[in-house]
Structures are given as C-alpha cells and as structure tokens.
C-alpha cells in the first residue's frame, strides 16, 4: 500500500514549501515578529536541587520514584511498544503525527483493533497533516476504537494547516508511556543500517510520570473530541516503580510563552560542563545560538548532531548551515550523521539531566506545533544517552570552520534564501 500525496507531502521539501506560500501575506513581519526574550542566569548548575525546582516553571513536576529505558530504532522500539500494547488490559492512548497504512501502521492497528475487541478502551489521535491511515480507520472503528483527527484539513481552514500536533505518545493502562520522535511509518522500521531506515530514539516510563503523558494526551484529545477521560482505566494510583525523577513537559502554540524553548534554554544556561545535543532540524532562533555559544566561553563542551546527506527535507539543512559559521566561530563543535536520516530529538547536560521527546530546534516546534518531550534526571540513564551519542559521533563527520568558508557561491545563495522562510520549518 502507498501512501496518498497528502500523506507523502510531510515526508518532504513540498510540505514547508506549502506552509511558506500560505504564510507569504505575513512574510513582512518575518523579522520583527515579537517573541518573548528569557532572562535566565542560574548561580547553579544543572546538578543543583535549585535546578531541578525551576523545572517546574515549565508546568508539570519532576516526580520521584519511576523506570525508563532508553529505546534505539525500530528494531528497539517497535517490539517494546507492541508488547504493550497487546497486554493491555484498560486503556490504551495513542497520539501521533505521522501513522501510515504500511506494514508497521498494519501490525500497530492489527494489534490496537484485538484489544479493543477485548473491551479495552482504544483511542488514536492523528494528524490530518501527517497521517494516512485509509482502511486501517475503518478496521479500528469497526473493532470499537475511537480514532480522531487533529484539526481536519479543510478548504475553509487551511490557515491553520501551519499548526499541527507533533506529539508521538503512547500510553498503556496508565502505567507505561512511550515519548519520543518516532513516526508509525515504515521508515522506522530496522537498525539504521542503510538509508531506508532511520535513525531514532525513544524513552519508555513507568511510573507517576505516566500520569503526566496521559494529561498531555488528554489534553489534545479534548480539544479534538470534547470527551475527557477519567478513571482507574486511564489515571490508576501511581506505582512507585523506580528510583529515577521524570518530568513530562508539553508545548503547544497556545502556550502564553514557548515551553518548549524555554526548557532548552534553561538547560543550556545551566550547564557547567558539557551540552550535547542530537537533532533532526536543526535551525535554532538567535537567543538559542547566542546560548550555546556563550556556554562555549564559561568552558562547557557543546556538540551537535545534525542530520547529513541523507536529511528528508533538505531546504532545512541548507537554512540550518546558514547560521553554523556563527556557531563554529563560537566554538560550538557540529557533526553530520552520515549512514541514514537522523531524526533524533534529544539532549543530555553535564552528565544528569537528559531529554527525548518531538522538539525540534526550530520556529515550527518552539511556537507552532503540539509538542511533548520527557526530561529525567538521573547520572544512569545520561550515561547511557551519552553512549549513544558518542556512538553516532563515529559515523559522523565533523564540519569544521574551515569547511564551512568553503562553500561556493550557489551553496550560499541558497542558505541564504531558504533561511528566509526559516520561521516555517
């Protein structure tokens, strides 16, 4: 089965294309749109208590007691999540930005429509933007699901064609949660050993952190239905099932200022030794880049893994590069992932506190879209994240200062003309 055209069209160059076009009446304001500017000079560091209680400004609390586990690729998410799913015994919640009627959307439906036959209440949230799920609705439907669409596409509301969810949440019973940048698409699928499959990470939880996944995804699904979920079905008694805080923290357009921004940004101000950061679009505002660089002079090690040739939508890169001479010259060190498409969104600061989610660094996640992400803070598990990090710097190529003066005329020409339409991707 393929996917429609609408359903590619996210998969590419033509999706922000679109949304630039629709955006050009307010293409004056481009640079003088005000934002807000954070003031944010911590005395202390990531690793401090004070740290972990500013978190809370950004609406939810880092809570105690709970496990996670850090999920690679396909090959590592894709089975832990159909485990859930198919022993479920209540409830089963699933948001998500892209879904598609492939092998892997078939085996995920196939296995969602058996729990419902169960009594299990099933519910799928999906982007009218992202999703494609043609006959797989039906099978779900049919089985005693319910499936809604994020803000439907329609000819009277394209303006807000640029305002999507881009949460990727799945949540069992209410005591395991999945969070992360994955799509229910066959690209997923694999170890990213070749083009064809991609590069990914997700976090599994358990715990009272569930309980905030949860909220995030009732709060999209109430928006779209009306209907509010409740109960021991979707909010049992939180299990205390490890010893590892954990913090769900949800951005959305109808943020009065960027939760998303504004949890990054405190991270980096924070942060005494080292930032590292893996990220699939990778076009930070300048506040953001005047961070890092300036995390570079107080002697921190900043890193980041950025996606190389093989990237889905390459205007992003091309706008991306348009700011890394700023970067390198500040010191800030940027790798290019070379065997398949990274789509990682995570992050991992001064060795404690870590971060995966559907943020990008860009305007798009920052102000735009629904957005979700799990923050944790535990030595353990940034370890591992740094493992992982280091592993996908071995096949990555350092752009270096030098390489980036290089560049011909065409090449930056065409930076130069995509990052004018940045505040769109």
Request: net charge positive.
């Amino acid at each position: 089965m393929s996917a429609s055209p609408r359903a590619m069209a996210p998969r590419g160059t033509a999706s922000l294309l679109l949304a630039a076009l629709l955006s050009l009446p307010g293409c004056s304001s481009l640079l003088s749109e005000k934002r807000t500017t954070y003031r944010y000079e911590p005395d202390y560091g990531v690793d401090s208590p004070e740290f972990r209680r500013s978190l809370e400004a950004l609406g939810t609390e880092m809570v105690p007691h709970n496990r996670v586990k850090l999920l690679q690729n396909g090959d590592g998410f894709f089975p832990a999540m159909l485990q859930a799913i198919r022993s479920a015994r209540r409830s089963i919640n699933m948001e998500m930005y892209i879904f598609d009627n492939g092998r892997i959307g078939t085996e995920f439906a196939e296995a969602m429509a058996e729990r419902a036959r169960a009594g299990v209440q099933v519910r799928l949230l999906v982007d009218d933007w992202g999703s494609d799920l043609e006959e797989l609705e039906g099978l779900l439907l049919k089985a005693g699901a319910k499936v809604r669409v994020y803000r439907p596409l329609r000819i009277y509301s394209i303006y807000k064609i640029g305002s999507r969810t881009h949460r990727k949440i799945l949540t069992v019973d209410g005591q395991v949660g999945f969070c992360g940048g994955l799509g229910i698409d066959d690209r997923w699928l694999g170890n990213a050993r070749n083009p064809r499959e991609w590069r990914e990470t997700m976090i599994q939880v358990e715990g009272p952190v569930v309980a905030q996944l949860q909220a995030i995804f009732m709060e999209d699904w109430v928006h779209t239905t009306g209907e509010v979920i409740h109960g021991d079905a979707q909010f049992p008694p939180a299990p205390t099932t490890g010893g590892v805080p954990a913090q769900a923290i949800p951005s959305s357009k109808a943020d009065a200022s960027s939760r998303a921004k504004l949890m990054l940004y405190m991270a980096i101000q924070a942060a005494r030794s080292r930032i590292w950061i893996e990220n699939a679009y990778f076009v930070p505002d300048r506040q953001i880049r005047r961070g890092l660089i300036e995390a570079v002079r107080r002697g921190v090690d900043v890193k980041v893994i950025v996606p190389g040739k093989h990237i889905d939508i390459p205007i992003v890169r091309m706008a991306s590069r348009f700011f890394y001479g700023e970067l390198l010259e500040g010191g800030v060190q940027i790798y290019e992932y070379r065997p398949t498409m990274l789509h990682n969104k995570v992050m991992v600061v001064d060795g404690i506190w870590s971060t995966i989610g559907s943020i990008n660094f860009v305007n798009r996640s920052m102000r735009k879209n629904a957005e979700a992400n799990v923050a944790v803070y535990d030595r353990g598990f940034a370890a591992q994240v740094e493992a992982m990090i280091r592993n996908d710097m071995k096949v990555s190529e350092r752009f270096t200062w030098e390489k980036w003066k290089k560049r011909g005329a065409l090449a930056r020409m065409a930076e130069a003309f995509f990052w004018i339409f940045s505040e769109n991707y």
